[in-house]
């Protein structure tokens, strides 16, 4: 007799008790699987779940429309996604033999079923990782199955906010475990936040992140929009690592996006979201690419035929920076482009080449602002990261200008790593909005003063800082002395009153 969809007895809950079930699941690879690896398992499974229970969802709903007409609850019409007979999670989860390949062979038919949506999402996680016995055993994958089995997944029981929310706080925890590679697939969401607040971008736009990693600022970019329904079609993104690629297909899925397109590649090589024989263009332009990545194509570089190297060509040695910046303008609309792409700071002050590139850049006058954040902020590096935002059409009053901002100190301290909170967002945010000069935070300078500070863009160059006047040395010792004359007074005076107190 089949085995049925254990009821859940909790009640619906927040992300972050979602989460705590979810990485439950992680407790049971512990040991065969390395931490680093969790992902690799839990993030298909997930998806494999939520899938499921949501066609069953849809199936319970069309029965009671049609009077219970089975036939007409098939109907591919009454589905999002198709799920292949023999493939779904229910029949997996009767399997007792060769349980890692049946799942295996169960999402990849549920793939091929789904060749415009799911193709390529589920089975980029290695087969072998599933198969390999030696090191999960039919007993363990399981228990894994049994665990996420406890509770429904559907978006009656957790709508797609609360799902891909729980989900972010989970790739968090990921990138906590595994430092080293976090920052290919993780941003913290308040520095998310504060980029797409600065593009304010509007239901009808389009909206474009080059190394979307595991697409955190696009999910931004549509809850900013409040999932407008002219949010479809209007999403895109390239990601070069396989794996984050499609955990950024199924975190738009999760969060109830619909009809993007995430390309896997390599941006910067070969681009793949193109219009008319060159990079496509959009309304925002949003990034954190990987800090000064060596190696990255500077002969391709060189005679890239989108045109891409408006400002020059930076080094292999040097890295990627200046080469994600070019491509991220070359693909700004024109009037209405604008874009914010996190960097580390080096960008603001290295010489050389980077030096001649950043000179070109800012004659342009498409720079808007430079914001510089604290430092321990990202996770997988130490050093300090800034934010460029750039304009097609700046307002008027902006136009050759440039707002220094210098958020160093507006983070939250942490031990081990520093937190840029919602509040500390909101803040730098509003200094953006005011676009003025303001003592030890901000100051607008003219190109031609960044001219003549010889092209360096960073602010603490220009902000004006509070200095306490100093005394002379002179004025500090007469203070000194007549102060130590006051408690001699007031030591020969105590004296005498205790003298005369004894005397009575």
Same mark, same amino acid.
């Given at each position: 007799?089949?085995?049925?969809?254990?009821?859940?007895?909790?009640?619906?809950?927040?992300?972050?008790?979602?989460?705590?079930?979810?990485?439950?699941?992680?407790?049971?690879?512990?040991?065969?699987? %390395?931490?680093?690896?969790?992902?690799?398992?839990?993030?298909?499974?997930?998806?494999?779940?939520?899938?499921?229970?949501?066609?069953?969802?849809?199936?319970?709903?069309?029965?009671?429309?049609?009077?219970?007409?089975?036939?007409?609850?098939?109907?591919?019409?009454?589905?999002?996604?198709?799920?292949?007979?023999?493939?779904?999670?229910?029949?997996?989860?009767?399997?007792?033999?060769?349980?890692?390949?049946?799942?295996?062979?169960?999402?990849?038919?549920?793939?091929?079923?789904?060749?415009?949506?799911?193709?390529?999402?589920? %089975?980029?996680?290695?087969?072998?990782?599933?198969?390999?016995?030696?090191?999960?055993?039919?007993?363990?994958?399981?228990?894994?199955?049994?665990?996420?089995?406890?509770?429904?997944?559907?978006?009656?029981?957790?709508?797609?906010?609360?799902?891909?929310?729980?989900?972010?706080?989970?790739?968090?925890?990921?990138?906590?475990?595994?430092?080293?590679?976090?920052?290919?697939?993780?941003?913290?969401?308040?520095?998310?936040?504060?980029?797409?607040?600065?593009?304010?971008? &509007?239901?009808?736009?389009?909206?474009?992140?080059?190394?979307?990693?595991?697409?955190?600022?696009?999910?931004?970019?549509?809850?900013?929009?409040?999932?407008?329904?002219?949010?479809?079609?209007?999403?895109?993104?390239?990601?070069?690592?396989?794996?984050?690629?499609?955990?950024?297909?199924?975190?738009?899925?999760?969060?109830?996006?619909?009809?993007?397109?995430?390309?896997?590649?390599?941006?910067?090589?070969?681009?793949?979201?193109?219009?008319?024989?060159?990079?496509?263009?959009?309304?925002?332009?949003?990034?954190?690419?990987?800090?000064?990545?060596?190696?990255?194509?500077?002969?391709?570089?060189?005679?890239?035929?989108?045109?891409?190297?408006?400002?020059?060509?930076?080094?292999?040695?040097?890295?990627?920076?200046?080469?994600?910046?070019?491509?991220?303008? &070359?693909?700004?609309?024109?009037?209405?482009?604008?874009?914010?792409?996190?960097?580390?700071?080096?960008?603001?002050?290295?010489?050389?080449?980077?030096?001649?590139?950043?000179?070109?850049?800012?004659?342009?006058?498409?720079?808007?602002?430079?914001?510089?954040?604290?430092?321990?902020?990202?996770?997988?590096?130490?050093? %300090?990261?800034?934010?460029?935002?750039?304009?097609?059409?700046?307002?008027?009053?902006?136009?050759?200008?440039?707002?220094?901002?210098?958020?160093?100190?507006?983070?939250?301290?942490?031990?081990?790593?520093?937190?840029?909170?919602?509040?500390?967002?909101?803040?730098?945010? &509003?200094?953006?909005?005011?676009?003025?000069?303001?003592?030890?935070?901000?100051?607008?300078?003219?190109?031609?003063?960044?001219?003549?500070?010889?092209?360096?863009?960073?602010?603490?160059?220009?902000? &004006?800082?509070?200095?306490?006047?100093?005394?002379?040395?002179?004025?500090?010792?007469?203070?000194?002395?007549?102060?130590?004359?006051?408690?001699?007074?007031?030591?020969?005076?105590?004296?005498?009153?205790?003298?005369? %107190?004894?005397?009575?």
């Amino acid at each position: 007799m089949a085995k049925q969809q254990t009821k859940d007895v909790q009640e619906m809950g927040t992300p972050r008790e979602l989460y705590n079930f979810l990485f439950e699941a992680c407790n049971i690879l512990r040991g065969p699987v %390395s931490q680093d690896n969790f992902k690799d398992y839990i993030t298909p499974l997930l998806y494999y779940k939520r899938l499921s229970d949501v066609y069953d969802e849809e199936t319970a709903e069309a029965l009671e429309e049609s009077g219970g007409d089975a036939e007409y609850a098939a109907l591919p019409e009454q589905h999002r996604f198709d799920i292949p007979e023999g493939c779904h999670w229910q029949d997996v989860r009767e399997r007792t033999e060769n349980v890692g390949a049946a799942l295996v062979g169960a999402m990849r038919q549920i793939e091929l079923a789904n060749p415009d949506t799911l193709y390529g999402v589920l %089975s980029i996680f290695s087969a072998q990782k599933w198969t390999d016995k030696r090191v999960l055993t039919d007993e363990r994958i399981t228990a894994l199955i049994e665990h996420m089995s406890k509770r429904k997944l559907g978006n009656k029981d957790y709508p797609n906010d609360l799902m891909g929310d729980a989900y972010e706080i989970m790739l968090k925890k990921f990138a906590d475990d595994s430092k080293a590679q976090a920052g290919e697939f993780y941003t913290p969401r308040a520095v998310v936040r504060l980029l797409v607040d600065i593009l304010d971008p &509007q239901p009808g736009e389009t909206v474009y992140d080059p190394a979307c990693g595991s697409g955190g600022m696009l999910i931004e970019s549509v809850r900013h929009m409040k999932n407008d329904a002219l949010c479809c079609g209007s999403i895109f993104g390239q990601e070069k690592n396989v794996t984050n690629a499609a955990i950024a297909k199924m975190n738009l899925f999760l969060h109830g996006a619909s009809d993007f397109n995430i390309m896997q590649g390599d941006t910067l090589r070969e681009p793949k979201i193109l219009q008319g024989g060159t990079v496509a263009k959009f309304d925002c332009v949003i990034a954190n690419p990987p800090f000064s990545l060596k190696r990255w194509g500077e002969k391709e570089w060189m005679n890239d035929k989108y045109g891409r190297n408006i400002w020059g060509t930076p080094t292999d040695d040097t890295g990627a920076d200046f080469a994600w910046i070019q491509h991220m303008v &070359q693909s700004m609309k024109p009037g209405t482009g604008r874009m914010a792409v996190v960097m580390p700071q080096g960008v603001l002050f290295r010489g050389n080449v980077e030096g001649k590139i950043r000179e070109a850049m800012i004659q342009t006058d498409l720079l808007e602002a430079v914001i510089t954040l604290g430092e321990k902020l990202f996770f997988g590096t130490q050093l %300090s990261p800034c934010v460029l935002v750039f304009r097609r059409h700046k307002p008027a009053e902006h136009s050759a200008r440039v707002l220094m901002i210098d958020a160093s100190k507006i983070l939250t301290v942490r031990r081990a790593q520093n937190e840029l909170t919602n509040e500390n967002a909101d803040e730098i945010y &509003q200094h953006y909005l005011d676009y003025t000069d303001k003592e030890d935070i901000s100051r607008v300078v003219t190109l031609k003063e960044i001219e003549d500070a010889g092209y360096v863009l960073s602010p603490n160059r220009y902000v &004006q800082y509070h200095k306490e006047e100093q005394e002379s040395y002179e004025d500090v010792r007469a203070r000194f002395m007549a102060a130590c004359d006051e408690v001699r007074d007031a030591e020969a005076a105590f004296n005498l009153l205790m003298v005369r %107190s004894a005397l009575q």
